[in-house]
DNA sequence: CTATGGCCCTGGTTGC
DNA sequence: TGCAACCAGGGCCATA
């Protein structure tokens, strides 16, 4: 999403705000949201994790950063229509076109603060980058006694990854989500590192997975990841490996997908 | 540190 | 057919 709405906002002048959402803002009254963004300029559009980062600049300086969250039905879209679920709109150099901030559910953010850092740090490694190594992966598993699915949901343990793509590469890894991390040997976590990857880079590389009228690029168009699922949504479906029926359970609130027979339950947790 | 459950929201699907 | 219950790419917070 970053990569995709970056060149039609770089180097953008912004103008006046619509805000039809409070909420959506994370805390900052309109006014004061309308006084920081009116007037600048947008620098560099980046993400760490799940936040995508707008840099601002006034008159060449800094000037704070706008930090968009999608969560699960937020959109970004520079358009001269109307948008349907706006929540925040921008003007664009002062013309017809507007960056908008759609979002059906409420729950997305598009916030301004003068610091990244205070909502940035904390978060974990990116799973694509140097840092997250097969040797970092299977350290950090070692003294967690969290079950996996959760811990691999946990932004502060690794960034970045959501519900159906641990689903995928817990499936991939043959990994059973209910496993303990610290019971997770070194071939398995291994092989996690380089599911988990996969997974996510196969995804980028198509955009995304696009299973209902929400999910859109800034184009409008669907990802295509969900013709590669494994698991995700394919309950009392064959698994593509083995044969046997995907299942569906409840980890952590969230529906959760697995291949009983590739993913075999461990000793410990025999009883869910 | 870990686990659990409520809450924020709306719309599409499921099931009686 | 109609309507209520349930479910959804996420994350925060309080409690135990």
Same mark, same amino acid.
């Given at each position: 999403?970053?990569?995709?709405?970056?060149?039609?906002?770089?180097?953008?002048?912004?103008?006046?705000?619509?805000?039809?959402?409070?909420?959506? !803002?994370?805390?900052?009254?309109? /006014? *004061?949201?309308?006084?920081? &963004?009116?007037?600048?300029?947008? $620098? =560099?559009?980046?993400?760490?994790?799940?936040?995508?980062?707008?840099? !601002?600049?006034?008159?060449?300086? /800094? *000037?704070?950063?706008?930090? &968009?969250?999608?969560?699960?039905? $937020? =959109?970004?879209?520079?358009?001269?229509?109307?948008?349907?679920?706006?929540?925040?709109?921008?003007?664009?150099?002062?013309?017809?076109?507007?960056?908008?901030?759609?979002?059906?559910?409420?729950?997305?953010?598009?916030?301004?603060?003068?610091?990244?850092?205070?909502?940035?740090?904390?978060?974990?490694?990116?799973?694509?980058?140097?840092?997250?190594?097969?040797?970092?992966?299977?350290?950090?598993?070692?003294?967690?006694?969290?079950?996996?699915?959760?811990?691999?949901?946990?932004?502060?343990?690794?960034?970045?990854?959501?519900?159906?793509?641990?689903?995928?590469?817990?499936?991939?890894?043959?990994?059973?989500?209910?496993?303990?991390?610290?019971?997770?040997?070194?071939?398995?976590?291994?092989?996690?590192?380089?599911?988990?990857?996969?997974?996510?880079?196969?995804?980028?590389?198509?955009?995304?997975?696009?299973?209902?009228?929400?999910?859109?690029?800034?184009?409008?168009?669907?990802?295509?990841?969900?013709?590669?699922?494994?698991?995700?949504?394919?309950?009392?479906?064959?698994?593509?490996?083995?044969?046997?029926?995907?299942?569906?359970?409840?980890?952590?609130?969230?529906?959760?997908?697995?291949?009983?027979?590739?993913?075999?339950?461990?000793?410990?947790?025999?009883?869910?």
């Amino acid at each position: 999403m970053a990569r995709l709405i970056r060149p039609k906002i770089l180097g953008r002048q912004l103008g006046g705000a619509k805000i039809s959402w409070l909420r959506t !803002l994370g805390g900052s009254t309109r /006014p *004061a949201f309308t006084k920081a &963004i009116e007037g600048t300029r947008v $620098g =560099r559009v980046w993400r760490r994790a799940k936040w995508i980062v707008v840099d !601002l600049e006034r008159d060449r300086e /800094p *000037a704070g950063h706008l930090l &968009i969250h999608l969560r699960m039905t $937020g =959109r970004l879209v520079v358009s001269k229509e109307a948008v349907p679920f706006e929540r925040v709109s921008l003007q664009l150099d002062g013309g017809a076109e507007r960056f908008v901030f759609s979002d059906v559910r409420k729950f997305g953010r598009f916030q301004y603060v003068r610091d990244s850092q205070s909502v940035l740090d904390g978060l974990g490694p990116e799973p694509l980058s140097k840092e997250f190594t097969s040797d970092w992966l299977r350290a950090a598993l070692r003294h967690r006694k969290r079950q996996l699915k959760p811990l691999l949901l946990d932004q502060t343990f690794l960034a970045g990854l959501g519900n159906i793509y641990v689903d995928e590469a817990l499936h991939l890894a043959r990994l059973h989500p209910l496993r303990s991390a610290e019971k997770v040997n070194a071939a398995s976590a291994d092989r996690l590192h380089e599911a988990i990857q996969t997974v996510l880079a196969r995804a980028i590389e198509l955009e995304g997975s696009s299973f209902d009228t929400f999910y859109r690029t800034p184009e409008g168009q669907p990802g295509a990841y969900q013709h590669q699922f494994q698991v995700y949504g394919r309950d009392g479906l064959p698994c593509h490996a083995c044969g046997s029926k995907i299942a569906k359970m409840v980890v952590g609130q969230r529906g959760t997908h697995l291949c009983r027979r590739c993913q075999p339950k461990p000793r410990a947790a025999r009883s869910t």
